[in-house]
């Protein structure tokens, strides 16, 4: 990765809302396993939590995957400085995650599948007309072989990311999947016209929750509730089973939330990346947040 002192993120059409400059850090190139602040992380892609350690995060980077201390420092843990532009981790497999992004080397990675934590990954399969740099990406907690992944289109696996087929066209502008905890053809998508919902395995799709703004993320937690950030409308629930969103909380300043994730052993503990690739940490169901460490 070339040096540089400052680069500029478009958060997708969100970029129509906010550009925001994201300091670098300087680190990589003599990163040798030593802890740095999470604050100089940047570029973060995804953000998982650590099933052995709830109380840790995974960050996927531009340059590799780290995990965060409730300190706030972070620990590089994958061999390389890829870049993982997707991730998301096994619903019950601490030890396995999936990814998808660029190489050093240049081109695209295709699937990628780690089974030891990050540390190091394997090409399953290209995708179709790959290899593919899934930007976004999502595994079924209620089948972890069925995979959803946007790549121009979306495709979809059952068998793990073995073998991939194209559904179709993304309802809209695309910026995160989450597939439903209770069905495998079930599966919500942030848009740049809010947050949708398909029902029959991405084939088709019909609008959810809070409709006419861009919704930066959306993410399906352990306990079955979906959260999303809805411009305008800040951070907005879905419970399991309920029919309509509830709001959180809207106090988040001119920061937007792009990446989240939920403690499966306490949903009170919730964890968000912002356009700044700034972590932030609730403690009580979203009302509030803080920096991490």
Do not use: C
């Amino acid at each position: 990765m070339k040096n540089r002192t400052t680069s500029f993120v478009t958060i997708g059409a969100i970029g129509a809302i906010a550009t925001v400059a994201v300091a670098s850090s300087g680190w990589w190139g003599s990163q040798a396993q030593s802890s740095i602040p999470v604050a100089e992380v940047s570029h973060i892609h995804g953000i998982a939590v650590n099933l052995s350690d709830p109380s840790k995060l995974y960050l996927a980077t531009h340059d590799g995957v780290f995990l965060t201390s409730p300190n706030g420092t972070a620990t590089p843990v994958s061999s390389n400085t890829d870049d993982y532009m997707s991730f998301t981790s096994h619903p019950s497999d601490a030890s396995t995650f999936f990814a998808s992004g660029h190489p050093k080397t240049g081109g695209n990675s295709g699937f990628l599948v780690s089974r030891d934590g990050t540390k190091s990954w394997e090409r399953v399969s290209p995708g179709v007309n790959g290899p593919v740099d899934f930007h976004a990406m999502t595994v079924s907690p209620a089948d972890p072989n069925v995979l959803y992944g946007l790549y121009g289109e979306i495709q979809t696996s059952t068998d793990g990311g073995k073998t991939w087929e194209v559904v179709g066209p993304p309802p809209a502008d695309i910026y995160g999947l989450a597939a439903s905890v209770t069905d495998p053809q079930m599966i919500y998508a942030a848009t740049g016209q809010g947050v949708m919902v398909s029902r029959d395995g991405a084939k088709t799709w019909e609008p959810s929750g809070p409709a006419g703004q861009p919704a930066s993320f959306v993410n399906a937690a352990p306990d079955g509730t979906v959260y999303a950030f809805v411009v305008g409308s800040g951070l907005v629930k879905l419970a399991k089973s309920a029919s309509e969103w509830e709001p959180i909380t809207k106090r988040f300043g001119n920061r937007i939330l792009i990446h989240f994730a939920a403690d499966p052993t306490n949903s009170d503990n919730l964890f968000a990346v912002t356009q700044q690739s700034e972590v932030i940490v609730s403690s009580d169901g979203g009302q509030s947040w803080k920096p991490l460490g």
